[in-house]
T-cell receptor, first 113, second 115 residues
Framework: GQSLEQPSEVTAVEGAIVQINCTYQTSGFYGLSWYQQHDGGAPTFLSYNALDGLEETGRFSSFLSRSDSYGYLLLQELQMKDSASYFC??????????????FGQGTELSVKP | TAGITQAPTSQILAAGRSMTLRCTQD?????MYWYRQDLGLGLRLIHYSNTAGTTGKGEVPDGYSVSRANTDDFPLTLASAVPSQTSVYFCASSGKGTDSYNEQFFGPGTRLTVL
C-alpha cells in the first residue's frame, strides 16, 4: 500500500532548530510537499521538492532524497507562531493524472518559550 | 482576493439526510479537490477534478459525489449521510502542471456532524 510516515509530535524551544522527517512508500513519485495547519484551520503550502537536495524559503527549508524515499522539513529560529501541525504529502501520479496528493498523518509541533 | 470559499462553515445533519457542501474559487485554477480530515488520519482525498467537466475518485469516494460544471465551483454531495461521515471537509484548488499540482490552496473547511 501507499503510506507516508512522520512523527506524531515534536517539541522544541523558541529560537531553536527542529527537523520533521517524512518517509514515503508510494507507487510513483512526482514530488514531496509540506503543508502547515494551525488549530484545524486551512492547511497552507510551505514548500515542494521534485528533485534531490535542499530548498530554502526563509526560515524554512525542505530536503529530499529520492533514493532513500525520505525528506524533511527544517525550521530555524523557531517562533511561538510556528506551533502547528505539519504534513508531508506526495504526488504519486504523472502530470496527465492530475494533482492527487497522499498526505502523512501530520506532526504536531509545540514551541515552548 | 477571496481565494477559496466554502459553505456552510459547520452543519449538524441527521443520518439519512442529503447535503451539498459548496466550494467556490476565484483563482481560475483548473484542478479542484475535496478532502476530509479526521483526528489522527491526516487529510484524505475524496474526489478531484483536473478540469471543468471531468471528475475522478480519490482514496475515500464511497458515499460522496461531485460535479464540475464550470471552473469555479466544485460541490460535494452526500446523498444519504451516515455518522462515519462526521468530519472536517476541506476543498482545495491548484493550477495545472507538474509543479503547480503540488501547491494546493485550501478553503477554510466545513465541520460536519452526522447524528
Amino acid at each position: 500500500g501507499q503510506s507516508l510516515e512522520q512523527p506524531s509530535e515534536v517539541t522544541a524551544v523558541e529560537g531553536a532548530i527542529v527537523q520533521i522527517n517524512c518517509t514515503y512508500q508510494t507507487s510513483g513519485f512526482y514530488g514531496l510537499s509540506w503543508y502547515q495547519q494551525h488549530d484545524g484551520g486551512a492547511p497552507t503550502f510551505l514548500s515542494y521538492n521534485a528533485l534531490d537536495g535542499l530548498e530554502e524559503t526563509g526560515r524554512f527549508s525542505s530536503f529530499l532524497s529520492r533514493s532513500d524515499s525520505y525528506g524533511y522539513l527544517l525550521l530555524q529560529e523557531l517562533q511561538m507562531k510556528d506551533s502547528a501541525s505539519y504534513f508531508c504529502a506526495v504526488r504519486d501520479e504523472a502530470y496527465n493524472q492530475g494533482g492527487k496528493l497522499i498526505f502523512g498523518q501530520g506532526t504536531e509541533l509545540s514551541v515552548k518559550p | 482576493t477571496a481565494g477559496i470559499t466554502q459553505a456552510p462553515t459547520s452543519q449538524i445533519l441527521a443520518a439519512g439526510r442529503s447535503m451539498t457542501l459548496r466550494c467556490t474559487q476565484d483563482m481560475r485554477h483548473n484542478a479542484m479537490y475535496w478532502y476530509r480530515q479526521d483526528l489522527g488520519l491526516g487529510l484524505r482525498l475524496i474526489h478531484y477534478s483536473n478540469t471543468a467537466g471531468t471528475t475522478g475518485k480519490g482514496e475515500v469516494p464511497d458515499g460522496y459525489s461531485v460535479s464540475r460544471a464550470n471552473t469555479d465551483d466544485f460541490p460535494l454531495t452526500l446523498a444519504s449521510a451516515v455518522p462515519s461521515q462526521t468530519s472536517v471537509y476541506f476543498c482545495a484548488s491548484s493550477g495545472k502542471g507538474t509543479d503547480s499540482y503540488n501547491e494546493q490552496f485550501f478553503g477554510p473547511g466545513t465541520r460536519l456532524t452526522v447524528l
